[in-house]
């Protein structure tokens, strides 16, 4: 559009408010772009402008978007998956909507309804062609991505669901809520097999990974149903309100590790059977070695907004923040 605004937010100081205003097109075509005092701009090419500010020795390189979807959602989209083959996305939004979409292009496939308030979140199973939704109606919902139809709908939360997670291909799936309790499905029976803790405060995220052959999970108190499917050998990560990243043994419910970080865990992931992150209300990522939750290996902290998700990617991970 010709000029932008930019900020730089270094931790425990005044952030730096700056702009940055194109000036003409070169002969390639590359816009030439000037920064206002105390940003300098860096090597610009048609995707991207690198923008950095040396008196706090950062920099950050912006791309362009490679495609952009206006017209899915009229409001703020709170969460979004993408099918396995890549084929299909999903996503709700704060217009109260959920939609399947083709990822190629954007176009609306499906209209998924019968949520009653907002949906919080979205994902698909492994397969592609079903999709596992939780709302603040305290209602988990498996939705057919070819018709729309809602197929099973699991009811036992006290509060609206937060996050979930998939166990192996599905035969199994996990939910978190605000009424302090991560629960375990049966989707065959549309039942729930198990409460699998309960915090006394709000779960805001889950994640489910394999865990290193070293870690002790502890013991189930009585045999798990044969309805229970791919939950050996395997942790769960529950993000809490109350400040604290909990790791339990998904077969056993025993705990096998709880850390204390500086605010509310908002989400979590599994980078490797070893190596978790979270990310917290005040900014912070936490990579923490499960073998070891005593110390962090490291504390990110780019900016003091909220870190709301976390993806592995290639070597590292990708966080989205609140700014």
Not at 46 to 67: G, W
Not at 239 to 253: C, F, I, P, Y
Not at 276 to 294: E, F, H, K
Request: net charge neutral; proline share 5%.
């Amino acid at each position: 559009e010709g000029s932008g605004t930019d900020s730089c937010s270094p931790p425990g100081k005044p952030t730096l408010y700056g702009s940055v205003t194109r000036r003409g097109l070169s002969s390639e075509g590359v816009p030439d772009i000037a920064a206002s005092e105390g940003f300098v701009v860096g090597e610009v090419t048609k995707k991207s402008i690198l923008i950095s500010c040396p008196h706090e020795n950062v920099s950050t390189k912006f791309l362009a978007p490679y495609t952009t979807f206006s017209r899915i959602h009229q409001k703020s989209i709170t969460c979004l998956d993408i099918s396995s083959g890549g084929g299909l996305g999903v996503s709700t939004s704060t217009d109260g909507t959920m939609k399947i979409w083709q990822a190629a292009n954007g176009e609306i496939r499906r209209l998924l309804e019968g949520h009653v308030y907002d949906v919080n979140c979205c994902r698909f199973f492994p397969s592609g062609l079903v999709v596992l939704s939780g709302g603040m109606d305290a209602q988990l919902k498996i939705w057919s991505a070819e018709d729309a139809s809602c197929v099973v709908t699991f009811k036992g939360h006290k509060g609206g669901i937060l996050d979930t997670a998939i166990v192996d291909r599905g035969r199994n799936v996990l939910s978190c809520s605000r009424d302090g309790t991560a629960r375990l499905w049966d989707c065959g029976k549309s039942a729930c097999l198990d409460v699998l803790a309960d915090c006394g405060s709000p779960i805001n995220g889950i994640a489910v990974g394999t865990a290193d052959d070293s870690l002790n999970l502890g013991t189930p108190e009585k045999p798990p149903s044969e309805r229970e499917i791919g939950t050996e050998g395997k942790i769960l990560l529950l993000a809490r309100e109350d400040k604290k990243l909990q790791g339990v043994g998904l077969q056993s419910r025993q705990p096998v590790f709880l850390f204390i970080g500086s605010d509310a865990f908002n989400c979590c992931t599994f980078l490797s059977s070893t190596y978790i992150l979270a990310g917290t209300q005040d900014g912070n990522i936490y990579q923490l070695d499960v073998r070891n939750t005593n110390s962090p290996i490291q504390v990110i902290h780019r900016s003091g907004a909220p870190v709301l998700s976390l993806l592995p990617y290639r070597d590292g991970f990708i966080a989205s923040q609140g700014n």
